[in-house]
């Protein structure tokens, strides 16, 4: 069966950290630039990070840039996100995806639209509070 499965997330403090995993069944990662999203009640799902398939650049969304470290481990077929010094306002569910190829790659190095994705996790939340 093809999918991704999101891990890692659950309830960390301000300033702590948290490990997000994508594993990826059914198919190799190393051909799809992946991206993680995130999003919250009522609010659009955003681009928080992705990693190239071609050569391994990625892309920060600006409110993270500094905090959350995106990496692909080929001998495990799965995308991590380290997140480090999370904030309350990171508190989100958090998706990955494989980039569609027709995506726009609006950000240069991947796409960042919701749009430019074709397979989806089913998300894990990430809850930062004291």
């Known amino acids: 069966q093809v999918q991704l499965v999101e891990s890692g997330g659950g309830l960390a403090q301000p300033g702590g950290s948290l490990r997000l995993a994508c594993a990826a069944s059914?198919?190799?990662?190393?051909?799809?630039?992946i991206g993680w999203f995130r999003q919250v009640p009522g609010k659009e799902r955003e681009a928080v990070s992705c990693?190239?398939?071609?050569?391994?650049?990625?892309f920060y969304t600006d409110s993270v840039k500094g905090r959350f470290t995106i990496s692909k481990d080929r001998d495990k077929n799965t995308v991590f996100l380290d997140m480090d010094s999370l904030k309350p306002e990171d508190t989100a569910v958090y998706y990955c995806?494989?980039?569609?190829?027709?995506?726009?790659?609006?950000?240069?190095?991947?796409?960042?639209?919701?749009?430019?994705?074709?397979?989806w996790g089913q998300g894990t939340q990430v809850t930062v509070s004291s």
């Open positions: 990693i190239s398939s071609r050569d391994r650049s990625t």
């Open positions: 059914g198919f190799r990662l190393d051909f799809y630039s």
């Open positions: 995806a494989t980039e569609a190829s027709w995506s726009s790659q609006t950000g240069g190095i991947c796409g960042l639209s919701v749009g430019d994705y074709e397979l």
